[in-house]
């Protein structure tokens, strides 16, 4: 494992909602083997960056690579088939289940 190997590139994204700039020319750069973790207020663009990113969103502006090639999910589902996926923090969700289960939900083996 190479901790030089970049994973994932987001460069200038920029999302603006109704009213509010969630995300003004952000940029992230995720290598193999790290472990990132965005903290700030609620309203910060913490989890509308990851949205982008996962394809729950499109960004206005910017650009996203993943293993060196350029790629704009429309989809979670178009992130997935990709490898990119994201555990949400709310902790209602599926209460009963455990924190593996919840990591595989939506890609158990059929």
């Known amino acids: 494992m190479s901790k030089d190997k970049i994973i994932l590139t987001a460069k200038n994204i920029s999302k603006t909602f109704p009213g ?3 995300l003004d020319k952000v940029e992230i750069t995720l290598r193999e083997g790290e472990v990132h973790a965005l903290m700030g207020e609620n ?6 960056l990851v949205k982008v990113i996962t394809g729950v969103f499109m960004p206005d502006s910017g650009n996203i ?3 060196g090639k350029k790629i704009s999910p429309k989809s979670p589902e178009e992130a997935q088939r990709l ?3 994201t555990v949400y923090q709310e902790v209602s969700l599926c209460s009963n289940l455990s924190v593996a289960v919840k990591i595989y939900i939506g890609r158990e083996p059929m």
């Open 65 to 67: 690579q993943y293993m």
């Open 43 to 48: 309203g910060a663009g913490n989890s509308t």
């Open 83 to 85: 490898g990119i996926s």
């Open 20 to 22: 509010v700039k969630a």
